[in-house]
């Protein structure tokens, strides 16, 4: 019902500025999307057993056609000036049958290989080493991702949203989780896909064994706005990546000056701590993304936007108008406690 009501509405939202947002949203997470461009031992497993399924199919179906060509060659053939010769319909032709043969077994064997292959990649990925793994639970929402890193100590606990940061080399386990419909998690320069199914825990493993940024994408349709619940996953130096964990393991920055101080009254008093969490203060709620750290992203909206002050503020003002559907409502504040508000998010570094 919820669905059929918001739909007709979205689609009105969408419908004028369709263009205008396609370019103002596309390329926000820059990011390298490419599975052929493997930054780690699992994508690189995935990565040489697609180059072997091209290989074999490309092999399968020369077969196939050279079978074709040959059989046909080998057949007798018609003439002109005489009738059709029926005669050999029904009589077993023996040069046609064995070229036949040959394609299939031929197709047959290289098909046994793609499986073998496939058995060793699994068996390889399942194998891979998770010696001083980090783990990080991943639940998706409709439509972005939760994410908590896990260590030793609870004190080690932190959470965060849509960006992950992982250190260079180091094995990273995520525990996949929804909380409303199925998603799939799939970073193609570090993994294959994996589903997060309501009500089970799935897991994947990786490591990024090169410093960059590697553009995620939710790879199972889960509603409207599937299409933008991108993600990154941020492979940094590990000196820097701990310095990162260190900074994210702190509660939010306290406000610095008259600004940012108005901004965090704002936000308080608004509705935003209905289902947003700022460690530090009263807002922890789990409804929406923690907001913490906010500040350090480089998205907002799982990579819908660019975090700069004028699209968080039109974000605040009105979510609808970029991504219809989403759970997150307007809010109307007035230009000051709108420049207040996102002066003090952006400050929470
Ligand atoms: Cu989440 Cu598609």
Same mark, same amino acid.
Not at 82 to 87: E, H, N, Q
Not at 280 to 292: E, I, N
């Given at each position: 019902m919820r669905a059929r009501r918001l739909l007709p509405l979205a689609l009105a939202a969408t419908a004028p500025a369709t263009t205008a947002l396609a370019q103002q949203r596309s390329a926000v997470v820059p990011g390298a999307h490419d599975?052929?461009?493997?930054?780690g031992p699992q994508a690189a497993h995935i990565g040489a057993l697609w180059n072997l399924t091209v290989f074999i199919c490309t092999a399968v179906f020369c077969a196939v056609l050279i079978g074709l060509i040959v059989a046909l060659w080998r057949s007798g053939r018609g003439r002109e000036?005489? /009738? =059709?010769?029926?005669?050999?319909?029904g009589r077993h032709e023996r040069g046609p049958y064995l070229s036949v043969l040959w394609s299939v077994g031929v197709s047959i064997a290289l098909l046994l290989v793609l499986v073998a292959a496939s058995v060793v990649t699994d068996r390889a990925l399942a194998r891979a080493s998770l010696d001083n793994a980090i783990t990080i639970d991943v639940t998706g929402h409709q439509w972005w991702w939760e994410l908590k890193y896990r260590g030793d /100590? =609870?004190?080690d606990n932190f959470n965060a949203a849509n960006e992950l940061h992982v250190p260079v080399g180091r094995p990273v386990v995520v525990r996949l989780k929804s909380d409303d419909v199925i998603h799939s998690l799939w970073v193609p320069s570090l993994a294959g896909k994996k589903d997060l199914i309501p009500g089970r825990t799935a897991t994947m493993s990786f490591r990024a064994d090169r410093p960059g940024r590697y553009r995620g994408q939710c790879a199972e349709f889960c509603g409207f706005q599937h299409a933008f619940m991108a993600f990154e996953v941020i492979a940094e130096p590990p000196a820097q990546y701990d310095a990162w964990a260190a900074a994210q393991r702190r509660p939010a920055p306290e406000p610095a000056d008259a600004t940012t101080r108005r901004g965090r009254d704002v936000f308080l008093g608004s509705t935003c701590i209905m289902c947003h969490a700022v460690e530090?203060?009263?807002?922890?709620?789990?409804?929406?993304?923690?907001?913490?750290?906010?500040?350090?992203?480089?998205?907002?909206a799982a990579g819908t936007l660019p975090n700069r002050p004028a699209e968080l503020a039109r974000w605040i003002a009105n979510p609808q108008d970029f991504k219809p559907g989403a759970n997150m409502p307007a809010t109307a504040l007035s230009e000051d406690d709108m420049s207040a508000l996102v002066a003090y998010l952006g400050s929470l570094k």
């Open positions: 599975a052929l461009l493997a930054a000036n005489l /009738a =059709p010769d029926l005669s050999s319909i /100590a =609870p004190a530090g203060t009263v807002a922890a709620a789990r409804k929406g993304p923690d907001l913490s750290h906010v500040g350090g992203r480089s998205t907002i």
